[in-house]
């Protein structure tokens, strides 16, 4: 098997705070598992003797290979058929509607990527503060699990976890583990737009699934599926701490700003205050 593994966090290059411990230990965790690896190049002739290498590698010693490749080492690839689809709302405007009917002390736990800085622009924008939001950066797919430990400490409060459907997939034991504890106070959206956006817009199988029936089967007390403000606004307001656990599958549309901005806080700034709104 050969590896082909990103280098996010690479030294000496701007990336996202996540991924600069990330970039220093790739090489590291390689050496530690056993698994031979190589940097590489960025030159055809360097390329081609490093394919060989691997080649010889894996056919002789029967184990895996890994390249890790830096960032625009390739060129641009137009992808052969983009994947649309033709939902009224985009996740933004989503997000939107859901936030409309959070009280100021509802908790919200958001996934990471656009959502995260879009319910940030939103949060700054309308209420001038992120303190009830903690944006899971760079932590694709545990948004569900922060918020149900926060459900089960602060069970006074409507919990609500602002999720993706990638997200959501990759951890799909989240769901069974919320809807088998029971936790009434937490209201799980998944926002479905049924592709992996933030990162080039690759079609997830939130097309062939229904969350919706999922939750159900898992045991939350209910679940929804919606598609407008409407829709949105109507489930949020039936999802009380009586009658959860709660599920509201929305499907919405790949559209995201050019302009969609980036959280000022660090990750360590928005835990800490985060915390501090909890303890309210």
């Not at 000496?12 to 698994?35: N, R, V």
Request: proline fraction near 4%.
């Amino acid at each position: 098997m050969l590896l082909m593994i990103g280098w996010r966090g690479e030294p000496g290059k701007k990336d996202e705070p996540q991924h600069m411990i990330q970039g220093e230990k790739t090489g590291p965790l390689l050496t530690a598992i056993g698994t031979n690896f190589e940097v590489l190049p960025d030159y055809i002739e360097g390329a081609e003797e490093a394919i060989e290498s691997a080649i010889n590698h894996m056919k002789n010693r029967g184990s895996p290979y890994a390249f890790i490749v830096k960032r625009q080492i390739f060129g641009e690839y137009a992808q052969k058929k983009e994947f649309q689809n033709h939902y009224p709302l985009s996740r933004e405007e989503s997000i939107n509607a859901i936030v409309q009917e959070i009280g100021e002390y509802d908790p919200i736990v958001a996934t990471t990527g656009f959502t995260s800085r879009e319910l940030y622009e939103m949060q700054m924008k309308h209420r001038k503060t992120v303190r009830n939001c903690f944006l899971s950066v760079g932590s694709m797919g545990h948004a569900s699990s922060i918020a149900f430990g926060i459900a089960l400490e602060k069970k006074s409060r409507r919990v609500f976890c602002l999720d993706g459907d990638g997200a959501a997939i990759m951890h799909m034991g989240s769901i069974a583990v919320i809807g088998g504890q029971r936790i009434k106070n937490i209201v799980h959206v998944v926002l479905n737009n049924e592709a992996h956006e933030s990162v080039g817009g690759q079609p997830t199988v939130g097309s062939k699934i229904s969350f919706e029936k999922l939750a159900k089967a898992c045991g939350y007390g209910q679940a929804f599926t919606v598609k407008t403000k409407e829709e949105i606004a109507e489930a949020v307001k039936k999802c009380t701490n009586e009658n959860g656990p709660s599920m509201i599958e929305v499907k919405c549309c790949m559209r995201t700003r050019g302009n969609l901005g980036r959280p000022k806080q660090s990750p360590k700034e928005n835990k800490k205050e985060f915390m501090e709104f909890l303890s309210l």
